[in-house]
């Protein structure tokens, strides 16, 4: 079964500074993946997601995150914090075999920005 | 734009009572499921729905049973609430296997 996991179940950054968020993945084929942001008192929105299209992956906000099969990761990561970023982010995974059985999600990195 | 719909928002039960939750979506999407959201656990799969007139169990499927009751509705029902499912409960659909999900912005339940 696949798996994920998040180094760090909270990050502190300087505005202004790289984020980076951390996100290992556990599966015996590529898998789909997928970083959710979670603002307070809301659901999950997709940052963005990895199908085998492209290494890289740009998505909203300046994220961005490379897959890298070498070291089974899927790291996120913005050149520059704002104040805005404040959030909880998850890490998530699905098989590119098929299946409905939904994302098997990390348990999240709680992104702090000091001003 | 209504998306997935959950009620309700929040909810406090005693210990035996029962209730359902209630998720509906307007996107036409086949598939819907109910994940259950702990401190430090991230969120983990309680039951899914495939397609309309089935249902499968995720992770943490005790004490819970669902329904699939057309294509836009999935509900959770809790028969005898218990503390340990003190939760925050969402909702989510997507088309098909390897797109995003959209998640309902949640339901705060609290089990005394």
């Known amino acids: 079964a696949q798996s994920v996991t998040q180094l760090g179940s909270h990050v502190s950054v300087s505005e202004g500074a790289l984020v980076l968020l951390r996100c290992n993945y556990s599966?015996?084929?590529?898998?789909?993946l997928f970083w959710y942001v979670q603002y307070p008192n809301q659901g999950l929105q997709l940052l963005l997601k990895?199908?085998?299209?492209?290494?890289l992956v740009k998505g909203i906000n300046g994220f961005e995150a490379e897959f890298k099969k070498s070291e089974t990761s899927f790291h996120l990561t913005k050149p520059s914090a704002h104040m805005s970023d404040a959030a909880e982010y998850f890490c998530?995974?699905?098989?590119?075999?098929?299946?409905?059985?939904?994302?098997?999600f990390g348990k999240g990195t709680h992104l702090i920005i000091q001003p | 734009n209504a998306g997935v719909t959950q009620t309700p928002k929040f909810q406090v039960l005693k210990t035996g009572q029962s209730m359902t939750l209630q998720c509906a979506q307007d996107?036409?999407?086949?598939?819907m499921y109910w994940y259950r959201q702990d401190p430090g656990m991230g969120l983990r799969l309680i039951y899914y729905?495939?397609?309309?007139?089935?249902?499968d169990k995720g992770e943490v499927p005790n004490g819970y049973n669902v329904s699939r009751l057309n294509k836009r509705e999935f509900s959770l029902r809790l028969e005898s609430a218990a503390p340990s499912q003190t939760s925050v409960y969402f909702c989510?659909?997507?088309?098909?296997?390897?797109?995003?999900?959209?998640f309902g912005s949640g339901t705060q339940l609290s089990v005394l």
């Open positions: 998530a995974v699905r098989p590119s075999g098929g299946g409905a059985d939904g994302l098997t």
């Open positions: 599966s015996s084929v590529p898998p789909y």
């Open positions: 989510a659909s997507g088309r098909q296997i390897n797109e995003k999900l959209f």
């Open positions: 729905s495939a397609s309309e007139g089935t249902t």
């Open positions: 996107m036409n999407h086949n598939s």
């Open positions: 990895y199908t085998s299209a492209a290494t």
